[in-house]
């Protein structure tokens, strides 16, 4: 389409702009205040690793924009701030949700996209980890077998897809298939 390739660009050259780092790694805030996007105050820290506003959402959009438009450098971003995520849920710094959206499931199926895409391995042991810690969070006490987010008035669980134990699942099969979604399931989060 045309000028699609300069929006890749303008779009890369503010990631690259408000990509932050530390000890872990790349990432990109959550958020900006009018006043963090003047610069009279720095960006908040790294920010929980999910899909919707985390690490692992971003990382895995700059890989796409990236093979798209031909640019290494973004994919050498992608792949570290994908380690960085790993590193970060090494150290605790773990969302004590399963869903989706900004939960762990998010986190495993975007970084497991990262890693398919690029083929390097050293993300696998990582996403092990994160999909043992998923597990973790089941509750066979409730309806659907995952808390996620908050529960509903009538006090059950959502069953829902992006905030619910349907795409906590969804997820996990991914994962544990070892293959992405045939359904192509995770295109609607612009994943695949």
């Known amino acids: 389409m045309p000028g699609q390739l300069e929006a890749f660009g303008y779009i890369g050259s503010v990631l690259d702009a408000w990509r932050q780092a530390d000890t872990f790694g790349p990432f990109w805030p959550a958020t900006l205040s009018l006043e963090q996007y003047r610069g009279d105050e720095p960006p908040s820290g790294r920010p929980r690793p999910g899909w919707c506003y985390g690490t692992s959402g971003v990382a895995r959009a700059l890989q796409l924009a990236g093979l798209a438009a031909g640019e290494p450098a973004w994919l050498t971003t ?38 398919a895409t690029a083929g390097g391995g050293a993300l ?22 995952f808390v996620t987010g908050e529960a509903s008035p009538n006090g059950r669980c959502d069953p829902g897809w992006l905030q619910g134990a349907a795409g906590v ?24």
């Open 78 to 115: 992608a792949y570290e701030a994908g380690m960085g995520c790993i590193r970060a849920l090494d150290h605790g710094l773990l969302p004590e949700e399963a869903q989706l959206c900004h939960g762990l499931a998010g986190t495993l199926h975007c970084l497991g996209r990262i890693e």
């Open 124 to 145: 696998a042991a990582g996403l092990e980890r994160i999909a043992a810690h998923v597990l973790g969070l089941r509750d066979l006490g409730t309806p659907f077998g």
């Open 169 to 192: 699942l969804s997820a996990l099969h991914a994962y544990a298939s070892g293959r992405m979604p045939e359904s192509g399931w995770d295109a609607a989060l612009l994943l695949s």
